[in-house]
């Protein structure tokens, strides 16, 4: 602690002497602002809720009475944190109780009233034969309908500047490999259906693929790659590809199919990845912690958790309760102005067309969301869900949201696809205020986030919509929002230090839209934690959108 500094003073410039040295006489005195003032925790619980707070926040001390919203705190968050108190105190807290009662004192005077605590998530007993998880078997479902294609992939791409090591890279990519089982898991079938075969790390190297290329042609070059189609029957759902540019200039493509991953697995890839390219170019195995459970583990604990359909006391019977209320009487299709037909089965064709909301604007989004006691994810979807019903003259708007699914402190490091898929559904009056709408859709995301376990994979069946190739099911718009990234790492990419390499982001696309349209958006701040802006990209369908 003694080396610590006291105070910290932030200069356009150091000043320096005429010889060019530092003058450390004209640097300025740090000015002492007074001392956070909070009343601190009072029992062991709040203590420990305090931590936690710190540590999931990520800032350096939290009292009893901070705001954990105001703090940076949303919804994901709030998820890792329940999970986190879950684990260590053994208390079930909901994502209503946090914006309800977003302090460490108001948290800790609930307790008890969650009910028991879920059971958590350990290494269980694997049989001969693991099934998928239900988003699994819904992506193993379209493969054998549609054929292979690319439609499932998730690529990711770093521009690495300097002197590659190729065989450290090779080696990083078999200790990825064997980290995350899913990576070296094939999906086989038998008379029962498809389950998980996982193959051994000695019979599961991924290769590391050499392409040469010129900058002109590196976007066509990556482009297509990227459309690789996986058979996830025969292969392992993970091919990597490492561009040379030019000297010293490459481009790393790590293309993972759907079954394997989501958007919140990438990052934790890359990371994993270049931290383990670091310890292979010192010679030594990556030291990281071991994981403490598997996919397959997931896959088995999520049957468990939630039991059998039709048992009525089951998480699964009351969830399902819920959504069929909710979505009763849902539109099989919202009337969105088209520049042509939908066609009878869609081509997922599709196309990105770049956001920008400016600081100002964020800004009165986040004091609008403040003054409402939602989250800004809240008030986003609230101005789509309006602009949906202007455009379509309709006053019912289901929007589709991914969530992360990681309800248990043993999933935040681990590779695999969790995310599932809410239905938001907003009626929209065209007379009311919009702080009334923003309420309305404050209630309806805390009471699905309540019921967030249910596949949609299992919703669709048991809904049973209209169904068509010609669109997705029970919604068409998809609205996605990363508050995440920009909080947990200045680095876009999420990559770690690498030896003589600097690594940066570098767009690559597959081309396709699994739906009519998708923002996919994410904040930015500035240096001292002021809104900096919302950007994205509107990813649309070009079997019904034009570009312009």
């Not at 300025?28 to 009343?39: C, I, L, N, T, V």
């Not at 008890?112 to 699994?136: E, H, N, Y």
């Not at 019977?317 to 979505?327: N, P, T, V």
């Not at 609205?479 to 995440?484: E, G, I, M």
Request: charged share 25%.
């Amino acid at each position: 602690e003694h080396m610590v500094p006291s105070a910290f003073v932030i200069l356009d410039a150091l000043p320096l002497n005429p010889s060019g040295k530092l003058d450390r006489a004209a640097l300025p005195a740090p000015e002492y602002g007074p001392a956070q003032a909070g009343r601190a925790p009072r029992n062991p619980h709040e203590i420990i809720l305090c931590g936690l707070f710190a540590e999931v926040l990520g800032v350096p001390q939290v009292f009893i009475d901070d705001d954990f919203f105001a703090l940076g705190g949303h919804s994901l968050l709030a998820t890792r944190l329940a999970g986190r108190i879950r684990a260590t105190l053994g208390e079930e807290l909901t994502i209503r109780q946090f914006f309800e009662t977003p302090t460490v004192t108001g948290l800790a005077a609930t307790f008890g009233s969650g009910g028991p605590a879920r059971p958590p998530l350990v290494p269980g007993a694997r049989g001969a034969r693991v099934p998928l998880s239900s988003a699994q078997q819904r992506l193993w479902f379209l493969g054998r309908l549609e054929g292979r294609s690319h439609t499932y992939n998730v690529p990711t791409a770093l521009r690495l500047s300097g002197a590659v090591d190729r065989e450290a890279l090779a080696e990083a990519l078999d200790d990825l490999a064997e980290r995350h089982e899913t990576l070296r898991t094939v999906f086989a079938e038998d008379a029962e259906g498809p389950y998980q075969t996982v193959l051994a790390p000695q019979d599961a190297r991924p290769r590391l693929i050499l392409r040469e290329t010129t900058e002109d042609a590196l976007v066509a070059a990556l482009d297509q790659e990227a459309r690789y189609a996986f058979d996830v029957g025969a292969e392992p759902p993970l091919r990597v590809t490492l561009f040379t540019v030019g000297p010293d200039e490459h481009v790393l493509l790590v293309l993972v199919h759907h079954i394997a991953t989501d958007g919140w697995s990438m990052p934790l890839l890359v990371r994993d990845l270049t931290a383990a390219y670091a310890a292979r170019c010192r010679g030594e195995a990556p030291g990281w912690r071991p994981l403490p459970v598997q996919y397959a583990d997931y896959t088995l604990w999520q049957r468990e958790l939630l039991g059998a359909e039709d048992d009525p006391e089951s998480l699964a019977a009351r969830q399902l309760d819920h959504w069929r209320q909710a979505l009763a009487g849902l539109p099989d299709e919202l009337d969105l102005p088209t520049d042509r037909p939908r066609p009878a089965v869609s081509s997922y064709r599709g196309d990105l067309l770049d956001v920008e909301i400016p600081a100002e604007t964020h800004a009165l989004l986040a004091r609008i969301a403040r003054e409402n006691h939602a989250s800004l994810f809240m008030v986003v979807q609230a101005a789509l869900a309006a602009l949906l019903s202007k455009l379509s003259g309709s006053t019912d708007i289901p929007v589709g949201t991914p969530i992360a699914g990681r309800t248990d402190e043993a999933l935040e490091d681990l590779v695999g696809f969790f995310a599932n898929t809410l239905v938001l559904r907003t009626e929209v009056a065209p007379d009311e205020p919009f702080t009334a709408l923003v309420g309305k859709v404050r209630e309806t995301d805390l009471t699905a986030y309540a019921h967030q376990d249910v596949p949609f994979e299992r919703l669709v069946d048991v809904l049973n919509p209209v169904r068509s190739m010609a669109r997705h099911p029970l919604f068409q718009t998809m609205l996605t929002f990363d508050n995440v990234a920009a909080r947990d790492t200045a680095d876009p990419v999420h990559a770690g230090p690498m030896p003589d390499v600097a690594a940066s982001g570098q767009g690559v696309g597959t081309g396709v839209a699994r739906f009519d349209l998708m923002f996919r958006l994410g904040e930015r701040h500035t240096a001292d934690g002021a809104p900096g802006g919302i950007a994205g990209v509107l990813e649309y369908a070009a079997d019904l959108f034009d570009r312009d």
